[in-house]
């Protein structure tokens, strides 16, 4: 008799204890499902983000550059002439590469840009566009194009927003970037920026004179007089 209820005994607890590894089981299961869904609903709210990202906007210069001419005509009307006007008829020099050079046109402008010639970067078969190292033609709006191919450092830089002044959001989530071109801050020419001389402190809460200064100051003042 002892023998069998010692079996029956066990017969209970493996019972039990298969009860207890399937709720065990279940919830796990569901725990896996909750975090499942979760992601899912994480991933898709970023894919949402992502999809409602505001853009980069970097501004681009409006055209080709124009010739201003000095006079006016007849009715006091100043004009202007693109660079193709004169050039489309003109033989391409390449050699030239300074001002000093130059025989009839240009002549006196600034002209600091390493040892290249002008036509480096000017197409000499299509006056109103530049040209790309490998020949190519690129039009003046994509500049940067241009000047990415010997200054890839600063287009690093530019690409990560810490170079071209960007203005706007970083987070595009809420609200655009915008950020200037290369020939906004740079005369490509002479593309140095100049060097500035800050005359004055910023004036901000961290470098004014606390009150007791204010106070010491006055003191030595009134002691003066």
């Known amino acids: 008799m002892p023998r069998i209820a010692s079996l029956f005994f066990a017969v209970l607890l493996c019972l039990f204890a298969s009860m207890a590894l399937a709720v065990l089981w279940q919830s796990v299961n569901s725990a896996d499902a909750h975090a499942s869904r979760v992601a899912e609903a994480h991933m898709s709210q970023a894919s949402a983000n992502w999809k409602e990202a505001h853009p980069v906007i970097i501004r681009k210069p409006s055209g080709p550059p124009r010739i201003e001419l000095a006079g006016t005509d007849p009715q006091g009307r100043t004009a202007s002439v693109a660079c193709s006007t004169c050039h489309s008829v003109r033989q ?132 003066k007089h």
């Open 92 to 223: 391409a020099n390449l050699e030239n590469k300074a001002a000093a050079t130059l025989d009839e046109f240009h002549q006196g402008m600034t002209f600091n840009h390493g040892n290249i010639t002008c036509y480096a970067c000017h197409n000499p078969n299509e006056s109103d566009a530049l040209r790309l190292a490998d020949g190519s033609s690129v039009a003046y709006e994509n500049v940067m194009t241009l000047c990415s191919q010997c200054h890839s450092k600063q287009a690093d830089s530019f690409a990560h927003g810490a170079h071209g002044g960007m203005n706007g959001h970083w987070d595009l989530s809420r609200g655009p970037q915008m950020k200037n071109n290369c020939i906004d801050c740079h005369d490509p020419h002479v593309p140095k920026y100049p060097k500035m001389i800050v005359g004055f402190k910023p004036k901000d809460r961290f470098n004014e004179p606390s009150n007791s200064e204010h106070q010491q100051e006055g003191t030595a003042a009134h002691d």
